[in-house]
C-alpha cells in the first residue's frame, strides 16, 4: 500500500507561483514514476507532468504546461514537486499526485495510486 499527501495548493492571481509538494510513504522499496495529474471542473483528469524515479529521471509534461511548471523529484525521500509559474486561470484544477509502478516484496505492482487531491485557484 502507499499513501500519498500532497500539499501546497492555494489561491494566486494570473502570472503568480505555486508550489506542489506530495510524499508518499507505506510498504514498498522504490516508485517508477511520480507525477502530477489534474482535473478542471466538468472536466476528465489530465495528465501535467511525470518523472521516472531511476537514473535518467525522464520527465513528460502536457504541452499546455511546457516552459512554466517543472516538475522535481527526491527519490531518497520519496518526494515529488510541481513548480507552477505564470499561472492563467486555465490552470485553475484540483491537482493530484500519482504514483505507479511500485516495488513491493512481490514484485512491482502496476497498480495506480492516487492522492486526495490539492486546489489550485487562478484569478484573472
Known amino acids: 500500500q502507499v499513501q500519498l499527501v500532497e500539499s501546497g495548493g492555494g489561491l494566486v492571481q494570473a502570472g503568480g507561483s505555486l508550489r506542489l509538494s506530495c510524499a508518499a510513504s507505506?510498504?514498498?522499496?522504490?516508485?517508477?514514476?511520480m507525477g502530477w495529474y489534474r482535473q478542471a471542473p466538468g472536466k476528465q483528469r489530465e495528465l501535467v507532468a511525470t518523472?521516472?524515479?531511476?537514473?535518467?529521471?525522464?520527465?513528460n509534461y502536457a504541452e499546455s504546461v511546457k516552459g512554466r511548471f517543472t516538475i522535481s523529484r527526491d527519490s531518497a525521500k520519496n518526494t515529488v514537486s510541481l513548480q507552477m509559474n505564470s499561472l492563467q486561470p486555465e490552470d485553475t484544477a484540483v491537482y493530484y499526485c500519482?504514483?505507479?509502478?511500485?516495488?513491493?516484496?512481490?514484485?512491482?505492482?502496476?497498480?495506480?495510486?492516487w492522492g486526495k487531491g490539492t486546489l489550485v485557484t487562478v484569478s484573472s
Open positions: 518523472v521516472r524515479g531511476d537514473s535518467d529521471g525522464v520527465t
Open positions: 500519482n504514483a505507479n509502478r511500485i516495488l513491493t516484496s512481490a514484485g512491482w505492482s502496476v497498480t495506480n495510486y
Open positions: 507505506g510498504t514498498f522499496f522504490r516508485i517508477n514514476t
